[in-house]
């Protein structure tokens, strides 16, 4: 059973710091797209980012570039999203994701359950 455990999440001040992981196990998603969403109070679910399965090709949403940084570790079966000079309306639960294929426009097949990012000004 595919199981995904998401973590790290808190409150932090503007301009802080949070580092974000997502531990997979039930199976290996070393060839997987793997990535982060967030959902903002009252909002729809939105792309954070997403990493290749050699890590070696990055997407991000334009509201988080150059202040998130996504990285995976396949000995691990894990993924983090290191979050920088955070900012109130970061403020969401953002959820893990496992792709359907080493492909960005494959979609998602797995999900977290998500944890709670709370940004205060």
């Known amino acids: 059973q595919v199981r995904l455990v998401d973590s790290g999440g808190g409150l932090v001040q503007a301009g802080g710091s949070l580092r974000l992981s997502c531990a997979a196990s039930?199976?290996?998603?070393?060839?997987?797209?793997m990535g982060w969403f967030r959902q903002a109070p009252g909002k729809e679910r939105e792309f954070v980012a997403a990493i290749n399965s050699s890590g070696g090709s990055t997407r991000y949403a334009d509201s988080v570039k150059g202040r998130f940084t996504i990285s995976r570790d396949n000995a691990k079966n894990t993924v983090y999203l290191q979050m920088n000079s955070l900012k109130p309306e970061d403020t969401a639960v953002y959820y893990c994701?496992?792709?359907?294929?080493?492909?960005?426009?494959?979609?998602?097949?797995?999900w977290g359950k998500g944890t709670e990012v709370t940004g205060s000004s």
């Open positions: 039930g199976r290996s998603f070393s060839t997987n797209v």
């Open positions: 994701a496992v792709g359907r294929r080493n492909y960005y426009s494959a979609g998602y097949k797995y």
